[in-house]
């Protein structure tokens, strides 16, 4: 381990070694516990920090406390040919995601174009992967994603949470190279990067955050306020909020990531009216399947994707701007670099996992052990 004074830089091997041990210890079986600690390394992989192993203690306090569940398998509350509705019954978002995509390729590959509806998931993570796992099998897909209970978002024009960080993602198969996916939160930012900014990881860019007082910030303390000693900091304790991104017009898809995730696959939106109690935590998703194999176009489609690439990013860039970039090509240049340098996390993260790990009940020599190069 090594990196600069407040980061340390953990290789990937070493990180799902770690993570995994810990679920293990948790509870999960070591399927669960690979799923989860392989599934939060790959989003530091490719640089999403704030859906990666900064969520480790946080995670084990939902295990510990029931919120999130060990080892569940999706229900499947209604199917026909083509349309599935999924109970994720709370359980790992890494393991009920991956049940469910699956049940969504089944479907599509018979059918051409196929749907799930997810409710009650634990949480799921980067949505990204659940559209890389449909483009390994050929299969074009889009997730919208909201989150119940999270009111973290101002809706534009207000300064008063009501909405989650709800994902929005579109994966396309490419052959012969990496697909194309665009995943992201429909908040300016993502809450897990407000965390890590917290942690005193990087910086959040002005105007994602509105605090109490209506002042636009990049400061994430209006969403945490003071965290309390030994404790995990939650995003429900501050007095501000995030802001929604693209104005009124990102603040309306996020809401209708609230109508499509929410309310359509019965896991219920983010929060209500006169409600004194959160309501309960969990992803819902709906998403749609599309087999690019059954498409006549099939044979010339991988070309005039690369075609569209080039054309792209040909453009002359803007002030500022070194390349242009297209979607998911970010994701792949950091995960080349950190495969080659390792995970770079702040030493707070670090601290906050080995301090869980402790907790867990693991030794000092079993941690060095865990941890060794
Ligand atoms: P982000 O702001 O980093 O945006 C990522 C997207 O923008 C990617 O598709 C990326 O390829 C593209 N991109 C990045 N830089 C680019 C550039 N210079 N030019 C063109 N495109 C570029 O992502 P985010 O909003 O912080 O979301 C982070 C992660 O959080 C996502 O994986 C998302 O699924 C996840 N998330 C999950 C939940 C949940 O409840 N499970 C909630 C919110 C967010």
Redesign the pocket.
Known sequence: MMGAPNEVRVAPDVMIRLVRAMFARAGCSETEAACIAERLTG?NLR??D??GVIRVPRYLEWAESGRQKIGQTVEIVMENDVMAILDGNYGF?QTIGEQTVDIGLKKVKQHGLALTALRNSG??????DWAERAAEAGVASLHM?N?RG?LLVAPFGARERRM????F?IGIPVEGQDPV?????T?T?????ALVALRGGKALPEGALIDADGALTSDPWPLYGDVPEGKAPMPYEGPGALTAFGGHKGSGLNFMMEMMAGALTGSGCAGGPDEPERRRFC?GMLSIYIDTEKFDGQDSMAEEIKSYIAFVKSARTADGHSE????????RRVMAERQAAGLPLAAAAWSDILGSARNLGFTEAELNALTAA
């Open positions: 989003a640089g999403h704030s859906h978002g949480h799921l993570g980067r949505i990204g994603v989150v999270s989650g960080t709800s994902p993602c996916v665009h995943d992201f939160a908040s930012v993502a809450e897990g990067k992803n242009v970039l297209v979607p998911g090509e970010n994701e």
